[in-house]
């Protein structure tokens, strides 16, 4: 069992940025792939990014790459999303997820985070 707790969520402006951590506890943290998911109001979860088990790679949805970094310290077992140039459409629930394997469906992740609210505004 993999206990995932987010945080760093908040209200920022557009233009912003924020940093959200995912702290994991439980089995050993570099045996999963990471991932972000978010959700906004009314929407269908949405794949933002995942990393590989040791952070050597990470792969972005096409409407985050150049302003999202998704990092991982596995000595801390905690992963990290640096979020910069946010904008009113990057509002939502985001979540971590933990997985055998990156990917960008949800389907693929065993364990997952309660959320983090994030709210940018106009």
């Known amino acids: 069992q993999v206990k995932l707790v987010e945080s760093g969520g908040g209200l920022v402006q557009a233009g912003g940025s924020l940093r959200l951590s995912c702290a994991a506890s439980?089995?050993?943290?570099?045996?999963?792939?990471m991932g972000w998911f978010r959700q906004a109001p009314g929407k269908e979860r949405e794949f933002v990014g995942t990393?590989?088990?040791?952070?050597?790679?990470?792969v972005y949805v096409d409407s985050v790459k150049g302003r999202f970094t998704i990092s991982r310290d596995n000595a801390k077992n905690t992963v990290y999303l640096q979020m910069t140039s946010l904008t009113p459409d990057d509002t939502a629930v985001y979540y971590c997820a933990a997985g055998a394997f990156p990917s960008g469906s949800g389907s693929r992740y065993d364990y997952w985070g309660q959320g983090t609210q994030v709210t940018v505004s106009s």
């Open positions: 990393i590989t088990r040791n952070g050597g790679s990470a």
């Open positions: 439980g089995r050993t943290f570099s045996d999963y792939a």
